[in-house]
């Protein structure tokens, strides 16, 4: 079992990482369980594969359970979804001091958490993310949201969970396809400023994707612990520092929502292409060396991952991606900050990138993988 903490004050919390943790969640969640009962949002994929196991664990320490199932994929993060939840969270009289438990990917983790900032004008909510995505990523720092149509992750706010309880075996029941995006966010934390766990990517990371518990492990805490740092550090984006958790993001979102935030291009592999196009990008402008940029690309390839606009099944031109990219949240000032690299493990925040020059680049670089 590891324990990485998130430091922040009074709103300080645990982030568990134990294999087999779900089965007996009961030890960590019954002190979070007021009246006897938890509340426990899913999705109908997740409450198939992981919900009996959370169940039966709370129910021998004497907690109750009551379930509230959602559609699955990124179309629930939405005010439809949004205002299902919060009906069916008023009608089991959910009250402020109650915990309401995330059970799910990225989606189900970034609406349960936006719900509980709202209602009754927040109440608490713990994280038990299912997917490598939300593990390494999506579940830790507080970041929640739901989509708009103007693009991802639009509407939300800054609101922290309780607790943190990751079990890697439930990524035993996951598509690899699903394991394989969330590992893109795993790379990232070696990208942004750890050259080491990069390298330790390369040589190791096909024993996490084949489901390697001790890789899995080593590579969620690394992951976590980094990301930990780093909102301990700037929880609300406000220094600069967390805003090289985007890596990857502005080019990335960009693909998704050119792809209709569909299963054509899954987050992390919009993440994966994005931080391909974002190393190329800083190779162009000659900040870092082609080399540096052709070793993050060779790695997405190796391991199936999208690396450009072709693999990530991406038609639109230059323009129009970038049209994309005016929507994002980040923008200030009618600027775009983008992150860039000046090689592997060094990524900075940079507030003076051309958009046009951005537009001819993904021209060029469609063409060039012609």
Same mark, same amino acid.
């Given at each position: 079992m590891a324990l990485v903490r998130v430091a922040l004050d009074a709103r300080s919390y645990d982030i568990v990482i134990e294999q087999g943790a779900l089965d007996h969640a009961g030890g960590y969640l019954a002190g979070y369980a007021r009246k006897g009962r938890l509340v426990v949002v899913t999705d109908a994929n997740v409450a198939r594969a992981q919900l009996p196991r959370l169940e039966a664990s709370l129910r021998s320490a004497n907690i109750a359970v009551e379930p509230v199932i959602l559609p699955p994929g990124e179309q629930t993060k939405s005010w439809r979804h949004l205002e299902e939840l919060l009906d069916a969270l008023l009608a089991l009289e959910i009250e402020r001091g109650d915990h309401v438990v995330a059970l799910g990917g990225g989606v189900i983790g970034d609406l349960v958490g936006f719900a509980a900032s709202i209602l009754k004008r927040g109440c608490h909510f713990i994280q038990v993310p299912t997917t490598l995505l939300a593990q390494v990523d999506s579940s830790v720092g507080g970041k929640t949201a739901i989509n708009a149509r103007a693009g991802k992750n639009l509407i939300g706010s800054f609101y922290q969970p309780a607790l943190v309880l990751i079990d890697p075996s439930t990524l035993d029941t996951l598509p690899v396809r699903e394991t394989r995006a969330g590992y893109a966010e795993v790379v990232k934390y070696g990208l942004i400023d750890d050259p080491d766990f990069f390298a330790w990517c390369e040589a190791e990371g096909h024993r996490l994707l084949a489901g390697d518990a001790e890789a899995r492990e080593y590579a969620i805490e690394r992951s976590v612990a980094a990301k930990a740092?780093?909102?301990? $550090?700037?929880?609300?984006?406000?220094? /600069?520092?967390? !805003?090289?958790?985007? #890596?990857?993001?502005?080019?990335?979102?960009? @693909? +998704?929502?050119?792809?209709?935030?569909? $299963?054509?291009?899954?987050?992390?592999? /919009?993440?994966? !292409?994005?931080?391909? #196009?974002?190393?190329?990008?800083?190779?162009? @402008? +000659?900040?870092?060396?082609?080399?540096?940029?052709?070793?993050?690309?060779?790695?997405?390839?190796?391991?199936?991952?999208?690396?450009?606009?072709?693999?990530?099944h991406v038609t639109a031109d230059g323009p129009t991606l970038v049209a994309h990219m005016l929507h994002d949240k980040k923008m200030a000032a009618g600027t775009l900050p983008f992150l860039l690299a000046r090689g592997i493990g060094q990524t900075f925040l940079s507030k003076d990138v051309v958009l046009d020059d951005v537009a001819a680049f993904l021209d060029e670089d469609r063409a060039a993988a012609l």
């Open positions: 740092a780093i909102v301990a $550090d700037d929880e609300r984006e406000t220094s /600069g520092r967390r !805003a090289l958790l985007n #890596l990857g993001h502005t080019f990335g979102h960009a @693909l +998704e929502a050119d792809t209709g935030f569909s $299963d054509t291009l899954l987050h992390g592999e /919009g993440v994966a !292409a994005g931080m391909a #196009l974002a190393f190329r990008y800083s190779a162009r @402008l +000659e900040l870092c060396a082609a080399e540096e940029a052709e070793r993050v690309t060779a790695h997405l390839k190796a391991v199936g991952l999208p690396y450009d606009l072709a693999t990530a």
